[in-house]
């Protein structure tokens, strides 16, 4: 299964069509995670994952760990919001960090990160904003995909001013494609 996670909180917004639009264009199996609907808190830093092996926070992360490590893909889509992605998608890269010490996947390099789960599962990442900015959220999510040690397979930047990417062939084409990369990485 390809896990999309969209991490804006407009259900018809640029972001989630795009999302949706790869995930289409892998022709597999995918779910599509919204985190606006997991009402996911924010990570303390308390590292009592480190220690105990799990987020001590009970909510809509607990699910998604199972999946991000469940799935054999993922795409990852954020709006653009000042120049960054959403704090949606920040908060769930930021409580990920209990991915290290579940006691799954390859050791780090650097102990102190534990293990990481996700390692070479391959990615695809996506933002859209209507002026400027994306490249900084795709920087950041990049960052999270190669924290993770996971294979990025491409990304999107779209800057789609006040219009609906639907309405926009190119963009769709673009996502679509990426999909396809996404499938062509798992060898199907």
């Not at 990852?76 to 120049?83: A, T, V």
């Not at 290290?100 to 390859?106: C, D, E, L, V």
């Not at 390099?109 to 789960?117: A, Q």
């Amino acid at each position: 299964m390809i896990l999309g996670i969209c991490g804006s909180g407009q259900k018809e917004g640029n972001t989630g069509a795009l999302v949706e639009e790869i995930l289409k264009g892998t022709g597999a199996e995918t779910e599509l995670v919204w985190l606006i609907d997991l009402n996911v808190g924010y990570c303390t830093g308390c590292m009592r994952c480190t220690y105990e092996g799990n987020c001590w926070q009970k909510d809509g992360m607990t699910d998604l760990y199972k999946k991000l490590i469940d799935c054999e893909a993922l795409v990852i889509g954020s709006p653009c919001y000042y120049g960054d992605v959403s704090g949606l998608v920040k908060s769930m890269m930021d409580r990920s960090i209990a991915l290290g010490y579940m006691g799954i996947g390859k050791e780090s390099e650097m102990p102190m990160h534990g293990r990481k789960p996700l390692a070479d599962k391959p990615v695809a990442i996506v933002s859209a904003v209507a002026g400027h900015g994306v490249e900084r959220a795709l920087e950041t999510m990049e960052s999270f995909v190669t924290f993770g040690e996971m294979k990025l397979v491409g990304k999107l930047g779209v800057a789609a001013g006040m219009q609906d990417v639907r309405e926009q062939k190119k963009f769709i084409d673009e996502a679509h494609g990426l999909g396809v990369k996404v499938k062509e990485a798992l060898g199907k």
